[in-house]
């Protein structure tokens, strides 16, 4: 079969390969893209879009019990979990369609089927019809990542689950263990612990939600506790017994191992790179802990080959890839690019409360050398957050104390990953604490709390 020739060539449909391939069709390369599964990838049809829409449904079934509260009535609540799988799944069946609009508008051919780099810009493709060859001076590897799997903690699918189990569950847990405190654990767990189900989250570092600032954490953990949830800090699962209906976990704490039962276990333990089967160390590309070693501007060091998202390393954010695939699109192209700054890059966990995050902690200002200011503002002191009945939850800004510099802001509570943007500008546009200060922000809006605490690190805050 004849080889195909294009300007640019993507392996991975995901956020970033998809972004960088319409980028590059805008900028008027021919590009192709090649995609083993779904366009999209993880993010949209097993990660981000679908746990949101979970997660949707049960922020709607709390509040349904909180209707008095609120004046109102309601009886005889109740879920149906299969119905809220399904519209969790039409959300992501939607949104992979949309790509596949969004590849035929911008004229880039789709090649669906498993690539492998053949040499200096090829591209082999085993579809379902055969194989393709293809060539092009500049490829960008997008191939994203997948959960990891500890020896002895390896899903089942039936009462060991990684995410695409939680988000398909084959049945309603009772009492859930979730190994792991990150984004993907808290959010999965906040999720089954609000529809009932009898949650411990397991973590093995000091504190749940171990990348977001030490004051956010602790607050988290009170909320979850609260709320139910047992948190096990400094704990690890080391081995699983499995039969027909309960899993029981052998959990050392404390040095002391207890073996605790559940009907269901949930891993998120992190990440792996998919760098297998692609032919990169054929062609000289140097891998770390399953990561393709880059430089800012996510070159390998092979002449006219990239990596981009998670394959390229920290942060795991479905933004970064977005961003790295237009940086690349970009350079490809002959424009200027700008290279995405990880420490610019807002994380943000949908669990309940909400936490979102841009910049330095305040104990990673201090170890970087920086002289701080800190300013908090508490839920309690918004109109808006007491109308709408979400009181808990603080905002915590960390400033440079010689230039104002925002080096970081940390939130916990209703809406925060929509409000966390607003620190994104600002670090974005280099702002200091006098811009943020004569900011006029609206009222009523959740959003005045980020003025007050800025006004806070100065000691000029007004409602506190």
């Known amino acids: 079969m004849a080889e195909k020739s294009f300007d640019l060539i993507v392996i991975g449909a995901g956020p970033g390969g998809y972004v960088a391939a319409i980028r590059g069709a805008q900028l008027g390369l021919s590009v192709a893209i090649v995609e083993r599964e779904h366009l999209g990838g993880i993010c949209l049809n097993w990660g981000c879009i679908p746990t949101k829409a979970l997660l949707r449904s049960s922020e709607v079934f709390h509040l349904m019990h909180r209707a008095k509260e609120f004046g109102l009535k309601a009886d005889n609540i109740g879920y149906d979990l299969d119905a809220v799988v399904k519209r969790s799944r ?3 069946g939607q949104l992979s369609g949309g790509i596949g609009h969004l590849m ?7 090649f669906m089927g498993t ?3 053949a040499g200096k810009g090829k591209v082999s493709v085993k579809t379902d019809k055969g194989s393709e060859d293809l060539s092009a001076k500049n490829i960008v590897v997008a191939t994203g990542a997948r959960a990891r799997n500890l020896p002895g903690l390896e899903a089942d699918g039936k009462r060991v689950w990684m995410y695409k189990d939680a988000l398909n569950p084959p049945h309603m847990p009772k009492k ?24 411990t989250v397991v973590e093995v570092m000091d504190r749940i939600l171990p990348v977001e600032d030490e004051e956010i954490s602790k607050f988290a953990k009170k909320q979850f506790e609260k709320q139910g949830m047992k948190i096990m800090q400094k704990a690890v699962v080391k081995q699983l017994d499995r039969a027909a209906d309960k899993v029981t976990a052998h959990i050392e704490e404390g040095g002391k191992v207890e073996k605790h039962e559940f009907d269901t276990v949930i891993s998120a333990v992190g990440i792996v790179g998919n760098v297998e089967d692609l032919g990169l160390e054929d062609m000289g590309v140097k891998i770390d802990r399953t990561h393709v070693v880059t430089d800012e501007y996510c070159c390998t060091g092979v002449d006219g080959l990239y990596a981009i998202g998670d394959i390229a390393g920290a942060p795991w954010l479905a933004h970064k890839a ?3 695939g237009v940086m690349v699109a970009e350079l490809i192209a002959g424009k200027h690019a700008h290279p995405v700054k990880p420490e610019s890059i807002a994380g943000c966990t949908y669990c309940h409360p909400q936490v979102a995050s841009v910049g330095y902690t305040e104990a990673k200002a201090k170890e970087l050398g920086f002289d701080v200011k800190v300013g908090r503002f508490p839920f309690i002191g918004n109109g808006k957050a007491i109308a709408l009945g979400e009181p808990e939850g603080m905002i915590k800004t960390v400033f440079d104390a010689k230039t104002g510099e925002l080096l970081g802001a940390h939130m916990v509570g209703a809406e ?3 409000l966390i ?9 280099e702002t200091t604490e006098e811009d943020l200060m004569n900011t006029v922000f609206p009222h009523p809006t959740l959003s005045e709390m980020m003025h007050e605490s800025v006004l806070d690190a100065y000691g000029q805050v007004i409602h506190m």
């Open 322 to 324: 977005s961003h790295e």
């Open 176 to 199: 859930l263990l979730v190994i792991g405190s990150g984004a993907i654990g808290i959010e999965f767990a906040s999720f089954y612990n609000t529809l009932g189900a009898e949650t």
């Open 115 to 117: 690539a492998k780099l």
């Open 416 to 418: 925060v990953t929509e």
């Open 421 to 429: 943007q607003g620190y994104v500008v600002g670090r974005q546009l």
């Open 90 to 92: 039409k959300v992501a």
């Open 104 to 110: 035929k508008k911008n004229k880039i051919t789709v």
